[in-house]
């Protein structure tokens, strides 16, 4: 069993920063994606970036491409998002991912995704 534990969430102002924290525990994480989405009310789970567990490589939604990184400290298990120039439109709740299928691929379909966790508020005043 796999449990991801997200942290870091809050209010902000917009054009401010956050940065979340997704802690994995469980399996041994090596060929992995792991990534994360979010998702507003009334609207669908939404791909906002993802990791290759044992390259680094990442990829972004575009809307976000510039604002945020994505990263992974190997040692303790945990992947990072570093939100900046925060926008009212990044509202969300904001769920990291992981993808088991280890074929490689970054994938931004949700249903791709083995495991998540209980997710985290952000929210973004203007």
């Known amino acids: 069993q796999v449990s991801l534990v997200e942290s870091g969430g809050g209010l902000v102002q917009a054009g401010g920063s956050l940065r979340l924290s997704c802690a994995a525990s469980?399996?041994?994480?090596?060929?992995?994606?792991m990534g994360w989405f979010r998702q507003a009310p009334g609207n669908e789970r939404q791909f906002v970036a993802a990791i290759k567990w044992w390259s680094g490589t990442t990829y972004y939604q575009d809307s976000v491409k510039g604002r945020f990184t994505i990263s992974r400290d190997n040692s303790k298990n945990t992947v990072f998002l570093q939100m900046d120039s925060l926008k009212p439109e990044d509202t969300a709740v904001y769920y990291c991912a992981a993808d088991f299928s280890r074929d490689g691929v970054i994938k931004v379909d949700s249903s791709n995704y083995d495991y998540w966790g209980q997710g985290t508020q952000v929210t973004v005043s203007s």
């Open positions: 469980g399996r041994t994480f090596s060929r992995y994606v």
